[in-house]
Nanobody, 124 residues
């Protein structure tokens, strides 16, 4: 099983910043894409940002120029730096990772795992 553990959520005033982290564990992993999604109350889960193993990134339009996604491949960790936060950024933020899992060089299979979610609340 691949586990994703998120941290860094909380309450912040509009215009403030937060940094989310998500670490993957569960053996030898080859992670292709890592991303952040969010789900506001009464809304569907939506992509916020994603980063490939090679460092290519894509962002949802509402967060472009405010959020920065990055990853540390050696630590199997992805980060989301959120700046100039707005009340409409309030949501539960989920980490996602997709890739392959190995044990002693043998491919065990593919994975598509989610974190437990971390609450981000932006007050006006």
């Amino acid at each position: 099983q691949v586990q994703l553990v998120e941290s860094g959520g909380g309450l912040v005033q509009a215009g403030g910043s937060l940094r989310l982290s998500c670490a993957a564990s569960g053996g030898t992993l080859s992670i292709n894409t890592m991303g952040w999604y969010r789900q506001a109350a009464g809304s569907q889960r939506e992509l916020v940002a994603a980063v490939s193993s090679g460092g290519s990134t894509n962002y949802a339009d509402p967060v472009k120029d405010r959020f920065i996604i990055s990853r540390d491949n050696a630590k199997d960790t992805v980060y989301l730096q959120m700046n100039s936060l707005k009340p409409e950024d309030t949501a539960v933020y989920y980490c996602n990772a997709q890739g392959r899992r190995y044990y002693r060089g043998v491919l065990l299979g593919n994975f598509d795992s989610w974190g437990q979610g971390t609450q981000v609340t932006v007050s006006s």
